[in-house]
């Protein structure tokens, strides 16, 4: 396993990749407090099923941005530019078409302080846009910054 | 917690007090040699970037990383990496 994420990542990637993990488990960990902190009062936020999606999903998206922004996201053979924009796609058709609904005033976003399935559906691909929306502008960034 | 994330994130991002001169003298022998950053990177195995944090001076590569430069380079370690 350790050879096989060398080969994919140079020196300074892993170093990165490192210090990021750390952070993402931090902000996890806060994440879960705070929910914690929200279900022994009696705040039901969202279904179990989104409160443990959303749980991973911000803070893989915090990581995942971080990563991205420092060049650590992809390593050096780049072969997962692919997986990325599928990614993008799935925020793109799980985020539009609930947009679409609460905006036409077929469903709510949050009702008696309780996200809707719809509410909850965006809240996740919102997170997959995000990763993709950054791993797309980080990419033309760079390719700016090699035609200068 | 917002607090404590913001000089997270500052301290990963930023260079700090102990930040390395340039090393310019990696970027003329590349430049001797007509490679780009990216041509020094494939033939080194590491990504564009890392060259470019090496040249920069945001980086400080490790002992292998700057042997497989020097020799793809045809330089010596003390030619590109001492101190002067």
Redo the contacts between chains.
């Keep these: 396993m350790k050879r096989i994420l060398n080969k994919d990542f ?4 892993l170093k990165i990749r490192g ?2 993990y750390l ?1 993402t488990l ?2 996890m960990v ?1 994440l879960i407090l705070v929910n914690a902190f929200l279900r022994m009062n009696g705040v039901v936020w969202a279904d179990e099923l989104y409160q443990a999606l959303l749980l991973i999903m911000v803070p893989v998206t915090v990581g995942s941005v ?1 990563l991205i922004c ?2 650590a996201y992809i ?2 053979r780049r072969s997962y530019g692919a997986m990325i924009l599928l990614l993008g796609l799935c925020g793109i058709v799980g985020f539009f078409p609930p947009l679409f609904s609460i905006l036409s005033g077929k469903d709510g976003f949050v009702v008696n302080g309780a996200f809707t399935s719809d509410g909850q559906r965006m809240m996740v691909s919102f997170c997959c846009l995000i990763i993709s929306s950054v791993f797309v502008a980080r990419y033309f960034y ?1 390719r700016h910054q ?1 035609g200068e | 917690m917002l607090f404590g994330l913001s000089v997270m994130f500052w301290k990963s991002y930023g260079k700090g007090c102990d930040a390395m001169p340039k090393n310019l003298r990696i970027k003329s022998a590349r430049a001797a040699l007509d490679l780009s950053q990216k041509d020094l990177a494939e033939a080194v195995g590491v990504t564009r970037q890392t060259i470019n944090a090496i040249e920069k001076g945001d980086y400080n590569p490790t002992i292998n990383l700057c042997i497989r430069i020097c020799k793809t380079l045809g330089k010596t370690l003390d030619e590109l990496f001492w101190e002067e």
């Design positions: 140079d020196e300074r990637q210090a990021v952070h931090i902000v806060l971080e420092k060049d390593g050096v760079e090699q």
